[in-house]
């Protein structure tokens, strides 16, 4: 694919052009909610790129940007494109040593935080704000605090105070293909590594992904998946930017339902423990049948909703659309820059993940490994030849999902490689199957499925409406009663009732809400192995 792009920053450039004074994108600063035109965005970035390179900041420098998702986020990761350097966007949910961790693994000259009190946790002493400089967004609760310790200072329009000549134009790449950012994956199947995409793997992607689906200037979207993540930067955010439609920033995950309603969105991004939320309260209130709820939840003017990150449950893809609402399901990692598969309003298969993307190639191999290549394909990991080499044969990446190609050219993934469970009884398991079949159950929240070198499966469960009086024993009866169907060996042995939820607080999601399956098993380790026992003493006995 030849993409007519030539720089995400030409996006914007190109946008100022047609719209200068269209409203480009809302957000809630400080007190209240505010709008900024295409032009006014320019203006934000500009001012950003001359105080970045007042910094020393040089093309190919790497920048980490470290924040939740704000307006400023937005303007900084432009900036840092502007000036040709280098982003290194880090999950605000990170602790302070990882981001240090990650700053040195990438050598990064600068680090931009949310605020103070974020440059307060790093605890940088002086000797390393010698070679680091540390700023934080904008000038709002102190002071005190040095100016040259501030990214952002803001005029009384709102506008960014700039140190030295605005930079009129953005610095172009050398080539598409020079490195445009590093991200660093969630590591749920092991050490965490550095992406490497260029401004061809991001541009690539956006186009394929613009011509399955389509935005148009009157589209109002509300984007609340964080930006730090590759999904949320590409499909949200850069996506935005080619098509010239409006960004609405959710204040927070918190408020997302709020602000969606009051947006009146046409088109959102989300991954399916968003959806399945929908679908849940229809349940708790017995709406599940009222036809128009769904659509008044989801602000009344919804046009398409995009699922991605995770395999989405059917039944809940089934009622999405008994809602009258287009729910778009597609597939990608980090290393793809994402998107390899999406679906279409006109093209939509259940339990499919889509098609293949435009510009990209899928194949499986002999052992149904989904492998992929095309220009969103990624540079490589940073500084790690070696486990570069160990995910691509030949000039195919390897995904490590396992999958199914059908006649209609729709991609279903059956499990992922590292993740199958094999028990003593030589049965290759896919967890992922077995507890999607368990949270069609109302009364489950959570769930996750263990056996690996073991007789029988075990179920992790958080409960919807947990209750002092849960019993194991109940839950089994519940799980015969959601995997009647299935196999002798895929049925559940004994259950662990989990009273805290899988969240990232206590390190057991991802951002993007897949479960961290090592961390889950190690932190109830105690749980699992004495309910493994209490179930053999109990078949013992029959």
Request: aromatic share 8%.
């Amino acid at each position: 694919m030849q993409t007519g792009f030539t720089s995400i920053c030409s996006l914007l450039l190109e946008r100022v052009a047609k719209s200068p004074q269209t409203t480009s994108l809302t957000a809630f600063d400080r007190e209240a909610w505010r709008s900024w035109t295409w032009s006014e965005l320019q203006q934000l970035v500009v001012g950003a790129a001359a105080n970045l390179r007042h910094a020393g900041v040089q093309p190919g420098d790497r920048v980490v940007l470290w924040s939740e998702n704000r307006w400023e986020w937005i303007v900084a990761d432009l900036a840092i494109q502007w000036i040709g350097a280098v982003g290194v966007p880090l999950h605000a949910s990170l602790p302070p040593s990882q981001v240090k961790a990650f700053s040195d693994h990438c050598g990064a000259v600068l680090t931009i935080a949310s605020n103070s009190n974020a440059l307060a946790k790093l605890q940088i002493d002086q000797k390393q704000a010698e070679s680091k400089c540390v700023y934080r967004f904008f000038d709002n609760e102190s002071q005190q605090t040095r100016r040259e310790d501030r990214l952002f200072q803001l005029d009384e329009d709102g506008q960014i105070l700039a140190d030295v000549p605005d930079y009129e134009a953005p610095a172009e790449p050398c080539n598409l293909d020079s490195m445009t950012t590093i991200l660093y994956t969630s590591g749920t199947t092991g050490a965490p590594k550095g992406v490497m995409l260029s401004q061809r793997n991001l541009l690539s992607n956006i186009q394929s992904i613009l011509e399955v689906l389509p935005l148009y200037t009157t589209d109002v979207r509300v984007g609340f998946l964080p930006l730090s993540h590759i999904f949320a930067r590409t499909c949200d955010l850069y996506t935005w930017l080619a098509s010239g439609c409006q960004l609405v920033l959710a204040r927070s995950m918190a408020s997302v339902f709020e602000d969606i309603q009051n947006s009146h969105p046409t088109y959102l991004n989300g991954v399916p423990y968003f959806y399945e939320k929908f679908f849940r309260q229809a349940q708790r209130e017995d709406r599940i049948e009222d036809p128009v709820w769904l659509r008044q939840q989801l602000g009344g003017q919804i046009r398409i909703c995009n699922c991605g990150g995770a395999p989405l449950p059917d039944h809940v893809q089934r009622w999405y659309d008994s809602q009258g609402v287009t729910l778009i399901t597609g597939y990608g990692l980090t290393e793809t820059s994402p998107v390899l598969t999406s679906s279409s309003p006109s093209q939509m298969k259940l339990g499919a993940v889509g098609r293949v993307a435009p510009g990209v190639e899928i194949r499986l191999a002999e052992d149904n490994e989904v492998l992929a290549r095309g220009q969103n394909v990624m540079m490589g990991y940073y500084q790690d030849e070696e486990g570069t080499r160990a995910v691509f044969d030949g000039d195919w990446f390897r995904t490590g999902d396992t999958g199914v190609l059908d006649a209609d050219g729709f991609l279903t993934l059956t499990g992922r490689k590292k993740e199958l469970i094999v028990t003593n009884g030589g049965k290759n398991i896919d967890p992922s199957l077995i507890e999607h079949r368990l949270l069609s159950s109302s009364k489950i929240h959570q769930c996750m499925v263990v056996g690996d070198r073991r007789d029988f499966l075990a179920a992790l469960i958080v409960p919807e409406a947990p209750s002092g009086d849960d019993e194991p024993s109940q839950w089994r009866t519940l799980a015969e009663r959601q995997l009647h169907d299935l196999s002798r060996y895929e049925q559940i042995g004994c259950v662990v009732i989990v009273s805290e939820p899988f969240s990232l607080a206590n390190d057991q999601l991802t951002v993007k809400g897949s479960l961290r399956r090592q961390k889950i098993e190690q932190d109830y380790s105690d749980s699992i192995e004495a309910s493994y026992q209490q179930a053999r003493r109990e078949r013992k006995r029959r």
